[in-house]
């Protein structure tokens, strides 16, 4: 004699109109007392766990449930319109065992909304406004929550419902040969829900396309390829759902008298030979309006640096300051006046080479080098 087959509500303890909250719940709670974690060895607590998995895997499907509510446990058997799932395992969807037992981080269920998406600005400043930081607007076009649905995507005065299709899941399933695909409900995308009427103003996304203006605090120091991040600035989610975050991204004109390298800032000073040989003092604009003295030693020579500390820019989100390198050339005069020229040719004259010993030492090698070619 056949065995008695269980009837799927009354293993789970659930009338015949109970709700997919009611049966899940329920399935839940006895999953977690009949699992065979919890009752090690007991061969009776794991012949019902697998009996309440076997139903809740039928009565969670719509489809599945029903064909059993009208053919009972015949149409699962014998190629009965329900047949060809997992049949008697019982284990169809091991997500919801272990959602039952380890909570929603095993589970599916409907999708949760999206987050907005990330936007991005590309903003460009000038040496100056990096150095001081500045406060400034832009106006970007961005989806916004719909003002008239409340970004709920239905129209004032309806509302939602459950999906017809997956049966307030999110996702349904097709037979494909011996598998059972599970894939995203087409209807309600995910949702488990359906509108009842979509709103006009936003044609049921919830949100907008319209034009924002946002007032931006550029910091201090930034470079090229600094980013700055505006949380909540970026695209509305669907439904209500938290927006994205806004991401400047800065990029700094060149300088007509500075170069920049991080904090440092560079910039090359030609000075009169004359300047080069006696020495002296230079000042130079510094970006925070003060005037940087340079004193100038005697004998410098072109492609000497001199390094003023804390006269660069600043350091972003920090304190204090780079260094301002000044780049010396020596600017060999072109146009002298007959004085000059007659000046420059008794300084010749009393040359003995002492006086550049590169030079001096650069010939005598010049030399040396010679006299062993001709050896």
């Not at 007959?338 to 030079?359: N, V």
């Amino acid at each position: 004699m056949a065995a008695a087959e269980v009837d799927f509500y009354e293993l789970l303890e659930v009338e015949r109109t109970a709700d997919d909250a009611t049966i899940k719940s329920s399935y839940r709670k006895l999953a977690m007392k009949f699992h065979p974690d919890k009752n090690p060895g007991c061969s009776d607590s794991e012949a019902r766990f697998k009996a309440i998995s076997q139903a809740y895997d039928c009565l969670k499907d719509p489809q599945k449930r029903a064909a059993y509510d009208q053919f009972g446990h015949a149409a699962f058997q014998n190629g009965g319109p329900g047949a060809g799932g997992f049949g008697g395992q019982g284990f169809s969807d091991i997500g919801d065992i272990f959602e039952s037992i380890f909570g929603s981080a095993f589970g599916g269920g409907q999708q949760q909304a999206r987050r907005g998406a990330d936007l991005r600005y590309d903003m460009e400043i000038s040496l100056d406004e990096a150095f001081h930081g500045k406060a400034t607007e832009i106006e970007i076009e961005v989806s916004q929550a719909c003002e008239p649905c409340g970004a709920t995507g239905a129209e004032p005065g309806t509302g939602k419902r459950r999906c017809n299709l997956c049966g307030g899941h999110g996702k349904v399933r097709a037979q494909q040969g011996f598998f059972m695909v599970e894939r995203t409900c087409p209807t309600c995308h995910g949702r488990g829900e359906v509108l009842e009427k979509p709103c006009r103003a936003c044609r049921g996304e919830g949100r907008v396309d319209k034009p924002q203006t946002l007032e931006i605090q550029v910091p201090p120091g930034v470079d090229t390829g600094t980013r700055l991040r505006v949380p909540g600035k970026g695209e509305a989610g669907p439904f209500g759902a938290p927006p994205g975050d806004l991401y400047i991204f800065f990029h700094v004109r060149r300088h007509k008298v500075f170069e920049r390298d991080g904090t440092t800032l560079i910039t090359h000073v030609p000075i009169t030979f004359t300047t080069a040989a006696l020495g002296g003092e230079i000042e130079i604009p510094g970006l925070d309006g003060e005037r940087v003295k340079v004193v100038i030693p005697a004998g410098i020579q072109s492609g000497k640096q001199l390094r003023q500390r804390g006269a660069g820019m600043p350091v972003l989100q920090g304190r204090g300051r780079g260094d301002m390198v000044i780049e010396i050339g020596v600017e060999t005069p072109t146009r002298l006046t007959a004085r000059q020229k007659e000046l420059l040719r008794e300084l010749q004259e009393t040359e003995t080479g002492d006086e550049c010993p590169g030079s001096k030492g650069f010939f005598e090698r010049l030399k040396d080098a010679w006299n062993d070619l001709t050896e």
